[in-house]
């Protein structure tokens, strides 16, 4: 799996020293990186409720590698 997290979070530092936290959506299992989607669902008393749903990505954003699938090795 490449480096970018890593890379771009340096990069960050660097261009931000003085900031306190930067977010990024990584799922920490398997180091890969999600969107997080918002669907207004009906909940059980009928009224619209937002519920977050984590799409996690097949490819990296930065460099475009493809991540390993469920089930393959991550070289
Ligand atoms: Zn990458």
Do not use: W
């Not at 918002?38 to 996690?56: C, P, Q, R």
């Amino acid at each position: 799996m490449c480096d970018c997290q890593n890379r771009v979070c340096t990069e960050l530092k660097k261009a931000f020293p003085t900031a306190r936290r930067v977010i990024m959506p990584v799922e920490l299992l398997s180091n890969r990186i999600y969107i997080e989607a918002t669907a207004d669902v009906i909940g059980e008393n009928g009224k619209l409720k937002d519920k977050k749903i984590k799409v996690m990505v097949s490819y990296c954003p930065f460099c475009g590698e493809k991540y390993p699938e469920k089930g393959e090795e991550s070289v």
